[in-house]
């Protein structure tokens, strides 16, 4: 059975997922394992003065589906290739982590491990951004379809600064796991696009356990999406922490925090923070549930932090129903407000998400 492409002793969230050897009953090459999720979504959202920019006030739709394969073409090269239908687009297709991982270090080696990749990967910035989608205790990362594009996530992914990118890096894990750092360059255009200008964009990460379950991390990261290689490149910088993973017993914690230049001629500051908290309680004790997890989110994104007025707000109270360890059903309650004088808006969103 192929290993998971994982360093298992630090969560998945507090580094780079690299590939860790193959077990000895593996024998023959490749070696391929098939994973894949469904996640269907709906909300109602009192939100008509906006209904132009975000939509209708209700709708049921695809939020993710993906059918993933990976594993070893030999014990020192793994790879990725994860294809997804998604967001109830006709006929859209879009190719998301699809790369190459080359081991540079012993295989039996836990101490330090040393993996070099090419290919489609997220950007290694901003925590909750390299959080699994399998199990977000937030539902969403920004504000969601319903709601206006303008919270911390929002803002950096519109500027080009978080999500997938073709490229390459080096990643180093050290410490059993306890510590991690990657470097990367890749074209700064966004996934599978080639570059559109001769700059390149470039950025890295490191993260260490510091305590028990506490996990900090830090990133930076420098681009430039137009096409004339005269623009200034911008730059983001980001600090982070979490307690625990998602999905594990008792209490997660996360914040993100950011600060960058928007990729626009006149390059206005970009501000975000994000603080997300769930308790998981396995076995509670109701028949046909695995676990129950209630959470909250809280958020803000200042688009540019020189002019007054102009944050938007957004608090998000949610209840997830686990009726095994990989199908839950989230509930959410949100309420996004703005500086100024737009109206808020309320909204209920949920949720059904099966992985395997």
Known sequence: ????????????????????????????????RVTGRVHVQGYYADNDPYAAAVGP???????????????????????????????????SVRLLDTYLDFRLTPLKSTENVVVWRVGNEKRPIGR???????????????????????????????????????????????????????TGMYNGS????????DSKAMGGRGTATV???????????????????????????????????????????LGDFMQGQAQTTAGERLRGATLVAAYHVRNP?????YALEPAVMLDVGDPDTSQPDNEAYLVRVLAAAYFARNAHLRVAYEHQTFADIRPSIGAVRAQVTVSW
């Open 285 to 289: 004790g109701l028949r046909g549930l």
């Open 57 to 91: 006030q209700s709708t049921v739709f695809l939020r993710r589906v993906r059918i993933e394969a990976r594993g070893f073409i030999t014990p020192r090269i793994a790879f990725v290739v994860q294809p997804s239908y998604e967001q109830g687009r006709s006929g």
């Open 211 to 253: 305590w028990r379950k506490l996990n900090v991390g830090a990133s930076y990261y420098v681009n430039n999406v137009v096409a004339t290689d005269t623009t200034p490149r911008r730059d983001v910088a980001e600090v982070d922490f979490a307690w625990g993973r998602p999905g594990e017993p008792g209490l997660y914690l």
């Open 128 to 182: 909750y951004e390299l959080t699994s989608s399998n199990n977000l205790p937030s539902l969403e990362r920004g504000a969601g379809r319903g709601l206006v594009a303008a919270q911390s996530n929002d803002l950096f992914l519109g500027n080009n600064y978080l999500a997938w990118d073709i490229g390459t890096s080096l990643i180093w894990i050290g410490g059993s796991g306890r510590y991690s750092l990657q």
């Open 1 to 32: 059975m192929l290993a998971a492409l994982a360093v298992t002793a630090v969560p998945a969230h507090a580094q780079p997922s690299v590939a860790a050897p193959p077990p000895d009953s593996v024998t023959h090459f490749p070696d391929v």
């Open 190 to 197: 966004g996934e599978t696009s080639r570059d559109n200008n």
